[in-house]
């Protein structure tokens, strides 16, 4: 008798997930592993159009992927058996969450979806997260997640590991300690006892340029293999998952297609949020003020790329280093690496996507950076500029004057408008404790600043064409 296969269930079916865990089990799938196969769905009635697409491909669909060289490979993607339809309830969400069959819960909702302070406490100030903690909706990862384990508690469908792939540093360990809190403050004693008892949420690194799609990723992909495929994507050649090794009951073996199993990720999810996550904002930001549109064109632009690489040079290297010597990841050639990935001109990456939630960029990606050079004595030069630029950023949307709709999830409209209604705007952006939490009003930090935003000034006015506005 054949077995029916073991299920993860994936909550938020966007571009980088396709681009990424799906293609590590469609891997495995494809050396003879059939053990576990992907259903999933979203928590929000978005991307109605790719969903119905990849619904009625069976979740079937095609990824090109390019190198910075441009050679393009194509691969079909059948890893996701079944597309759930959303509804207001979740209820197939949480009907296939409460399977026994489903061993593994994983997620991407973006490190703006989390509504964590810096004490890994929930901000209660979002209406979606108050809402979902008032029970009237389940549109958080937090209010899904309960209505699903919630179920499968009352099924007795066993243990489960939740999986975050998002890049939050320490990804499981902080998503953990939002869903305790969040269950605490909804009075669900129960479910956190079988959740201490019945769940891990290890810790993951994830990592491959995975743009928005366009119109002409369905266009190649049809002239390549005669497949008309609406649910197309696009991502970079380059692709890396390190997973802390701790499930509750059974995962694929995704360390026999290219996934490191480890006891710990720190070392490597910290040198990627510092110098892949942090840099690749810079370039957006920097890139937005003086009117490119493409990353690939930040990169080749010898001021941005100097911006990048004095901030990993001076200040993330020195930092990780301190912390942990000999550090396992060659981080000059990390950093080497990662300017060669965005100076990719076939992935047409644009500054819009990359440059969007910079208010949890900023305390996720690049404050640790500046409180490691605080507390050992250093200079902060070089990362302060990387908030100044996004200073800069902030202002022109203030004004209405970005080229695009800037998506902030984890940005108060009317408090981040405030900043720029003060006397001084640069010392109330280095007061705003959602940005800088602890380090919220240090002097050094407002110094540094200060003189950062006097170099990001000129840096604007040095190079915007010639008529243009600043």
């Known amino acids: 008798m054949i077995s029916s296969p073991l299920v993860i269930l994936h909550l938020g079916l966007g571009a980088f997930h396709r681009a990424h865990q799906a293609v590590y089990l469609q891997r495995l799938i494809d050396g003879g592993d059939t053990g576990w196969i992907l259903k999933g769905g979203n928590l929000r009635p978005d991307m109605a159009e790719t969903l119905a697409a990849l619904e009625r491909q069976g979740g079937a669909y095609t990824l090109e992927t390019v190198t910075p060289g441009g050679l393009r490979h194509w691969e079909r993607i059948r890893a996701i058996r079944q597309v759930i339809p959303h509804d207001a309830q979740l209820s197939g969400l949480v009907a296939e969450g409460a399977a026994e069959a489903t061993r593994i819960i994983s997620f991407?909702?973006?490190?703006?979806?989390?509504?964590l302070d810096e004490h890994d406490r929930l901000d209660?100030?979002?209406?979606?997260?108050?809402?979902?903690?008032?029970?009237?909706?389940?549109?958080?990862?937090y209010g899904a997640l309960a209505a699903i384990l919630d179920a499968r508690r009352l099924a007795g469908a066993g243990a489960v590991t939740l999986l975050n792939c998002d890049n939050l540093r320490h990804n499981g360990e902080r998503f953990r300690a939002g869903f305790l809190d969040f269950l605490e403050r909804r009075g669900e004693r129960a479910l956190i006892d079988w959740v201490q008892a019945h769940t891990t949420c290890p810790s993951?690194?994830?990592?491959?340029?995975?743009?928005?799609?366009?119109?002409d990723v369905q266009q190649r992909v049809l002239a390549a293999t005669g497949e008309d495929d609406p649910a197309a994507l696009m991502a970079e050649s380059f692709i890396q998952w390190v997973?802390?090794?701790?499930?509750?009951?059974?995962?694929?073996?995704?360390?026999?297609?290219?996934?490191?199993?480890v006891t710990s990720v720190v070392p490597h999810e910290e040198a990627k949020i510092r110098i892949l996550n942090a840099s690749h904002s810079c370039f957006a930001?920097?890139?937005?003020?003086?009117?490119r549109e493409f990353i690939h064109e930040d990169v080749a632009h010898p001021a941005i790329r100097q911006m990048a690489h004095d901030y990993v040079t001076h200040d993330v290297?020195?930092?990780?280093?301190?912390?942990?010597?000999?550090?396992?990841?060659?981080?000059?050639?990390?950093?080497?690496?990662?300017l060669e990935r965005f100076s990719n001109p076939h992935l047409r990456d644009t500054n819009a996507r990359v440059a969007?939630?910079?208010?949890?960029?900023?305390p996720g990606f690049i404050a640790p950076t500046i409180a490691d050079g605080l507390a050992r004595g250093a200079s902060i030069d070089s990362t302060a500029m990387l908030p100044a630029l996004f200073f800069e950023f902030l202002r022109r949307w203030h004004e209405g004057r970005l080229p695009f709709d800037y998506q902030d999830q984890g940005m108060d409209a009317a408090r981040a408008h405030a900043i720029f209604a003060q006397a001084d705007p640069v010392?109330?952006?280095?007061r705003d404790p959602v940005l800088w939490g602890p380090l919220a009003g240090d002097g050094r930090l407002i110094t540094a600043l200060r003189k950062a935003h006097e170099r990001a000034q000129a840096f604007v006015r040095d190079n915007v064409p010639a008529g243009a506005a600043t």
Request: glycine fraction near 8%; hydrophobic fraction near 35%.
């Open 427 to 430: 010392e109330a952006f280095g």
């Open 356 to 362: 969007m939630d910079g208010f949890a960029k900023i």
């Open 317 to 338: 290297i020195p930092s990780l280093t301190q912390r942990q010597s000999p550090y396992p990841v060659d981080l000059a050639a990390y950093r080497d690496v990662v």
């Open 243 to 261: 997973i802390e090794d701790d499930f509750a009951n059974g995962r694929p073996a995704w360390e026999r297609v290219g996934a490191e199993m």
């Open 124 to 141: 209660t100030r979002y209406p979606d997260l108050a809402s979902d903690l008032a029970g009237t909706t389940r549109c958080t990862i």
């Open 108 to 115: 991407t909702v973006t490190e703006a979806g989390y509504y």
């Open 204 to 215: 993951s690194m994830v990592d491959r340029i995975t743009p928005r799609p366009s119109p």
């Open 285 to 291: 930001w920097a890139g937005t003020l003086i009117g």
